[in-house]
């Protein structure tokens, strides 16, 4: 008896030898790994919405028929698409039930700081994470993160530039500001306007620009009658649009006109505006960007090459960018992770660290090192600042980043 287990156990300790020689496999996986991704695809930012959702779904295209997620023996990543309308109130209830329902691993979204601040009482309580496209908003929960800028590293950058611009020979003695009155462009105002103050800059006035404004012509008339040097607003893409016919239509260019982010720079912004009225408004004006077809990082130019084929008859733009931006991330998160729990997802996408020049960077507010901070903020950020010129844009701040010289009134 004691012989014949001496053989059993002989034969499986063979077995187990054998086994531990053949090369590791990932585990197995059931099924696929849901992704949620909650974007405004109808109302008033349904157009970035939509340009960040294709960008998305190329990555996830890439990834799924490259084999899947490996560590996870291959799974697909199975995109649950939401529509919040571009509505705070119905963040927060898509996100819920992305949550609770769907089952979601991690959520793509939301877009703007108004959303974000409906989704992170959720997110804090199911304890699922959310990756903010172009919020401002400092995370207050650890399931939040964004790629964005902060808001005050928005004032902060438009106040650097006017330094900038001031050394290069401009006259800016005074300013005005125009900024949309939510969270988000209340504290980058309110950041622009204590910084100018410290260079000696006279701020004339700021001027808050309700989210509903169907006409900015009410706008730039106040600004004209201050007469600054310079001016600074803060707008998203269809209040630029407003902006900048209201402009042309009174035929006011006489200060540097400083914007952003995507109503001064978004890449479908010279078509939507047509080419008489942007050549006007846009050509020395200058941009806040997260984003320039022309900045140099090797992760960025392939996004264009893999985005021009998949997409020949779209704008890439900022938009888009984000959307292949998130989606690299989150695909190294979930190797990472090696999981589809919701809580484990998060902290690889929290712990998530690249070197400069790795391929998952896209945004050239990126320049080194990408990483976290404990906050949710992505650490070594700075925006960049363009111009445009027959149709294109043109990185013209910092100068370490820029492909083009600035065109700056009353430069020597």
Do not use: C
């Amino acid at each position: 008896m004691i012989k014949g287990l001496r053989h059993v156990k002989a034969a499986a300790l063979a077995a187990l030898v054998a086994l531990s020689a053949l090369p590791a496999v990932a585990p197995a996986f059931a099924g696929d790994v849901k992704v949620g991704v909650l974007l405004p695809r109808t109302g008033r930012y349904a157009e970035s919405g939509l340009s960040v959702l294709r960008g998305v779904e190329m990555v996830v295209k890439d990834v799924n028929a490259a084999g899947g997620i490996k560590s996870l023996g291959g799974a697909k990543i199975d995109l649950v698409v939401a529509d919040n309308g571009s509505e705070a109130a119905k963040t927060s209830l898509e996100a819920r039930r992305l949550m609770s329902e769907d089952k979601v691993a991690f959520i793509l979204g939301p877009y703007s700081t108004p959303e974000a601040q409906a989704f992170m009482p959720v997110a804090d309580r199911y304890q699922t994470g959310g990756l903010g496209l172009q919020t401002t908003i400092v995370p207050t929960t650890p399931y939040f993160s964004t790629i964005s800028i902060s808001a005050e590293g928005f004032g902060k950058g438009y106040a650097d530039l006017v330094e900038w611009l001031r050394k290069q020979g401009a006259k800016i003695d005074t300013v005005a500001i125009t900024y949309a009155n939510n969270d988000y462009g209340q504290v980058v105002a309110k950041t622009a306007a204590a910084a100018l103050a410290a260079q000696g800059v006279k701020v004339l006035d700021s001027i808050p620009v309700e989210p509903s404004v169907k006409d900015m012509t009410p706008i730039v008339l106040k600004v004209k009658n201050l007469a600054p040097d310079a001016v600074i607003s803060v707008v998203y893409f269809q209040d630029g649009v407003l902006l900048h016919k209201a402009r042309f239509n009174l035929g006011y260019d006489d200060p540097i006109w400083i914007g952003g982010s995507a109503g001064f720079s978004d890449d479908k912004l010279w078509t939507t505006l047509g080419p008489e009225v942007a050549e006007k408004t846009l050509t020395k004006s200058f941009g806040l960007a997260f984003y320039s077809e022309d900045g140099n990082l090797p992760g960025l130019k392939q996004a264009l090459a893999q985005g021009k084929a998949a997409y020949p008859d779209k704008i890439l733009d900022q938009s888009f960018m984000f959307g292949v931006q998130a989606a690299r991330m989150l695909v190294r998160a979930l190797e990472n992770a090696a999981s589809d729990d919701p809580v484990k997802v998060n902290a690889a996408f929290r712990a998530l660290k690249f070197k400069a020049g790795a391929p998952e960077i896209v945004l050239p507010i990126i320049p080194g090192d990408m990483s976290y901070d404990a906050d949710g903020m992505l650490a070594g950020t700075s925006p960049i600042f363009v111009q445009w010129k027959d149709g294109q844009k043109q990185i013209v701040y910092p100068e370490a980043v820029a492909s083009a010289k600035a065109i700056v009134k009353g430069a020597k």
